[in-house]
């Protein structure tokens, strides 16, 4: 990083097969890949301060456009100087475009060649949605990495509900890039989709090249096909895309998905799967996961993996953290979402060092010998 405004770069560090160990600077630091992101959805990781977040190893957050448009709004945060002191984080910041809350969440869609207007699903107020809107807010946010808006093709598909709606979606991408606001040190990510569709994703990836993005997520899976079906389209689709731009395989997820996709050439994931977990009792281990709210666990002294180095395991016991959810005390979803938090950090963090040494398919190997055991003997 040189200078007060470094530029925007991806650098690949290592390779070990199809994936990639790497490192992206911003105007806002850097973040190693392949990475997890911290799920900020509303400007806060729910439960923990940014101290916790960071403590766990997480260095790049994710917060969500449409909420934040809805609440406090895009222009309430800039008046208090940006996302990055609105909510105190000092590290590097995503923000989604906010097409697939507007697909899943707000109320009376009605979405043209323009845009999507729709109605909020806290109070019912209308709202238009377009890219050139879309680019504005996450501009206001000040955003670090911008991702371009799209539509968000519904699962199943035909073959020409997913063309047209990978068609628009490259239209508005064309749109998103006229839009975005260039300066040192921030970036805009185009989105492939296509659904399940061989043909229809290398076609949106040779529209997304001929743009030139910054980077490229990877959207419209981990949307019901199941892995074997995503691990394919992976398998057609990242070839396709830059080698030397960071890829982002939108919304995944389990700890199995993303060792798969790593090996696949994926370097940055999201999903709110550990937090949410975490809020409901479901722990990941080494192990495979863990439901705290069983009653097997009442009178269990242990950890909940003596192996992780988190404070959670080591400084509670199982028996406590189950009373503290059977309870409905606001502590347990805070020491198991921190848990789980550390655990995918660590997760990437241990795919880092295999890439680095050449290993990654023996880790591979030993992680799914690791998850088949399941947590029925003690952790050692």
Same mark, same amino acid.
């Given at each position: ?39 900020? &959805?509303?400007?806060? !990781? ?6 916790? !977040?960071? *403590? ?8 969500? &456009?449409?909420?934040? %448009? ?7 945060? *800039? ?7 609105? %909510? ?12 697939? #809350? ?8 009605? %979405? ?12 019912? @107020? ?8 879309? %680019? ?17 093709? $519904? ?13 628009? @979606?490259? +239209?508005? *991408? ?29 076609? @949106? ?16 899976? *981990? ?18 895309? $830059?080698?030397?731009? $960071? ?21 940055? =994931?999201?999903?709110?799967? $550990? &937090?949410?977990?975490? +809020? ?15 009653? +097997? ?27 503290? =959810? ?44 690791? #998850? ?9």
């Amino acid at each position: 990083m040189t200078g007060s405004n470094p530029v925007f770069s991806f650098t690949r560090l290592a390779t070990d097969g199809a994936a990639r160990r790497g490192r992206v600077t911003t105007a806002h630091g850097t973040f190693e890949t392949p990475c997890f992101m911290a799920t900020a &959805t509303g400007a806060t !990781v729910k439960g923990l301060t940014v101290d916790t !977040v960071r *403590a766990v190893g997480a260095e790049l957050a994710i917060c969500n &456009t449409y909420h934040l %448009m809805l609440r406090p709004s895009a222009e309430r945060v *800039a008046a208090l100087g940006g996302l990055h002191k609105f %909510m105190n984080w000092s590290g590097p910041i995503l923000t989604d475009s906010g097409g697939f #809350q507007v697909m899943s969440l707000s109320k009376l869609r009605d %979405m043209t060649e323009k845009g999507v207007v729709f109605r909020s699903h806290i109070d019912g @107020s209308k709202h238009e949605l377009s890219p050139e809107r879309s %680019m504005e807010i996450q501009h206001l946010l000040d955003s670090n990495i911008t991702m371009c808006l799209d539509e968000c093709t $519904p699962h199943p598909a035909t073959h020409d509900e997913a063309a047209r709606s990978m068609r628009m @979606s490259m +239209r508005w *991408a064309e749109r998103c890039k006229k839009a975005f606001v260039q300066r040192p040190g921030y970036a805009l990510f185009g989105i492939n989709q296509g659904s399940t569709y061989g043909d229809l994703r290398e076609e @949106s990836a040779r529209h997304l090249r001929d743009i030139d993005f910054d980077g490229y997520g990877i959207g419209g899976l *981990a949307v019901g096909e199941g892995q074997a079906e995503m691990f394919r389209i992976l398998d057609i689709n990242v070839p396709a895309l $830059p080698d030397d731009k $960071p890829r982002y395989l939108m919304g995944v997820g389990r700890p199995d998905d993303l060792v798969g996709a790593v090996m696949r050439g994926v370097d940055m =994931f999201d999903c709110v799967m $550990p &937090t949410r977990s975490g +809020r409901t009792g479901q722990a990941f281990t080494r192990r495979g996961t863990v439901n705290m709210r069983n009653a +097997r666990h009442l009178d269990d002294n242990r950890p909940l993996d003596a192996t992780c180095a988190c404070t959670t395991c080591t400084g509670y016991s199982r028996a406590y953290l189950h009373h503290l =959810f059977r309870a409905e005390e606001m502590l347990g979803p805070i020491l198991l979402t921190t848990h789980n938090l550390y655990y995918y950090q660590g997760l990437m963090r241990d795919m880092r060092q295999a890439i680095e040494a050449g290993s990654l398919q023996d880790y591979a190997a030993a992680f799914h010998a690791d #998850q088949a055991l399941g947590d029925v003997e003690p952790l050692s």
